[in-house]
Each structure stands twice: as structure tokens, then as C-alpha cells.
């Protein structure tokens, strides 16, 4: 699987931002998603995560009400709708690929594939 996530860029606190990953291969369908962010200095953390129906998501406490993951299994896309958005939101967004079931999909070396991320800056 291969991943390019895209959709970052510049914008003011409160806010809106959507990013997406595109997947090749038929093996996203079977895929857990996840999204995640490092800031500088800063290790990678969990943002958000969704099964392979999109039944299920997971969301890291931080973002909670504010964003939104979804996929669209036929375009074979994961998106991150970002609202309210506040400057410690800022980093580069990496999404993921797992296996169908992972056991805690709030961690990062639980995928096995990974996109080249894209940078979300927040401005105060």
C-alpha cells in the first residue's frame, strides 16, 4: 500500500481544514487508518484512527469534537476534517495503513504503511 496524504497549508485559529490520503492497492479496503501528527520537537502522536468498514473510529482526547475521519473505500481515500482549529493543532499529518484488526489503533507501531505527511500550520 502506498499513501499520499494532501490538503495541508495555512490557516487561522477556529478554522477549518480538510486533509485526505490517497491509497493505492486493493488491500486499503481491508485496512485500518490512521492519522497522525508530529510537531517540532515533539514525538508522533495519535490523532485519529478508522476500521476497515468505517464502523469504528477512535480519536485521540485532544481532537474530540472537532475532527472527523471517514473513508471512501471505492476511491480508496481516507479524509480528516479539521474544525476549530487551534494553534497547537500545527505539524506534519501522516496517515497510516494496519491490518484489519488492530489491537490499539492509538499506536503508531501498530501500521504498517505509512504517507510522506503534509504540514498544517495554525495561526494564532
Known amino acids: 500500500v502506498q499513501l499520499q496524504a494532501s490538503g495541508g497549508g495555512l490557516v487561522q485559529a477556529g478554522g477549518s481544514l480538510r486533509l485526505s490520503c490517497a491509497a493505492s492497492?486493493?488491500?486499503?479496503?481491508?485496512?485500518?487508518m490512521g492519522w497522525f501528527r508530529q510537531a517540532p520537537g515533539m514525538e508522533r502522536e495519535f490523532v485519529t484512527a478508522?476500521?476497515?468498514?468505517?464502523?469504528?473510529?477512535y480519536y485521540a482526547d485532544s481532537v474530540k469534537g472537532r475532527f472527523t475521519i471517514s473513508r471512501d473505500n471505492a476511491r480508496n481515500t481516507v479524509y480528516l476534517q479539521m474544525n476549530s482549529v487551534k494553534p497547537e493543532d500545527t505539524g506534519v499529518y501522516y496517515c497510516?495503513?494496519?491490518?484489519?484488526?488492530?489491537?490499539?489503533?492509538?499506536?503508531?507501531?501498530?501500521?504498517?504503511?505509512w504517507g510522506r505527511g503534509t504540514q498544517v500550520t495554525v495561526s494564532s
Open positions: 497510516a495503513a494496519g491490518s484489519p484488526i488492530i489491537s490499539n489503533p492509538g499506536i503508531a507501531g501498530n501500521y504498517d504503511y
Open positions: 492497492g486493493r488491500a486499503f479496503n481491508y485496512a485500518t
Open positions: 478508522i476500521s476497515w468498514s468505517g464502523g469504528s473510529t
